[in-house]
């Protein structure tokens, strides 16, 4: 599975940005799909997931309510939407894929390049 994330750039705070990830190489469904980030001298950490057929989602609590995720398999896309967003949100935003429910970075087999998400204050 190759995965492709685009969509980064700077944003004042208060705004909003939608990041895309398309899949290639494998049927999308079969795998869960995760946001992730990564902060400047901070471990990448775990912002959300969907299910592989986007019946269900799970949320970094400092994110709920804020972004939400969704998919379209036939497009072989996942988005994450990101609103009201605020300084601290500023990282490297990465997909990854896994065949198994996990918040865990370790447990993600594949990931795109990252994507690069500012918030000014």
């Known amino acids: 599975v190759q995965l492709q994330a685009s969509g980064g750039g700077l944003v004042q705070a208060g705004g909003s940005l939608r990041l895309s990830c398309v899949a290639s190489g494998s049927t999308s469904s079969d795998y869960y799909m995760g946001w992730f980030r990564q902060a400047p001298g901070s471990e990448r950490e775990f912002v959300g997931l969907?299910?592989?057929?986007?019946?269900?989602?799970n949320y970094k609590d400092s994110v709920k309510g804020r972004f939400t995720i969704s998919r379209d398999n036939d497009k072989n896309t996942a988005w994450l939407h990101m609103n009201s967003l605020k300084p601290e949100d500023t990282a490297v935003y990465y997909c990854?894929?896994?065949?198994?429910?996990?918040?865990?970075?370790?447990?993600?087999?594949?990931w795109g390049q990252g994507t690069q998400v500012t918030v000014s204050s």
């Open positions: 969907i299910g592989g057929y986007g019946g269900f989602t």
């Open positions: 990854a894929a896994s065949r198994t429910y996990t918040r865990l970075v370790s447990q993600y087999t594949y």
